[in-house]
């Protein structure tokens, strides 16, 4: 099982991107699905997440600002970003819970990380 992360990439501040993450390979189920950051000398924390129960959780700092949305028929997750700020700059990973039979548990799997740079 993979995730593939992109969508990362040079925006100015007040501008919008879109990330994608694409679960491929031997996938029963997924469970939960969220996207994490981490910015220089920071620990990675929790942006945004779908909850066990299909509900959204966002963070504080990205209320009003960024918006997460899932296309289980391809496996994807997104993340719409807007109003971004310099503070904003981080790897952005995506993580989901993935089970690989129907037997097996649910396990959690990381993106490689895209990386998103805010600055004029």
């Known amino acids: 099982v993979q995730l593939q992360a992109s969508g990362g990439g040079l925006v100015q501040p007040g501008g919008s991107l879109r990330l994608s993450c694409a679960a491929a390979g031997s996938i029963f189920s997924i469970n939960v699905m969220g996207w994490y950051r981490q910015a220089p000398g920071e620990q990675r924390e929790l942006v945004a997440t779908f909850t066990s129960g299909e509900r959204t959780y966002y963070q504080d700092f990205v209320k009003g600002r960024f918006t997460i949305s899932r296309d289980n028929a391809k496996n994807t997750l997104y993340l719409q970003m807007s109003s971004l700020k310099p503070e904003d700059t981080a790897v952005y990973y995506c993580?989901?819970?993935?089970?690989?039979?129907?037997?097996?548990?649910?396990?959690?799997?990381w993106g490689q990380g895209t990386l998103v740079t805010v600055s004029s």
């Open positions: 993580s989901a819970y993935i089970k690989i039979t129907a037997a097996s548990g649910y396990r959690q799997y």
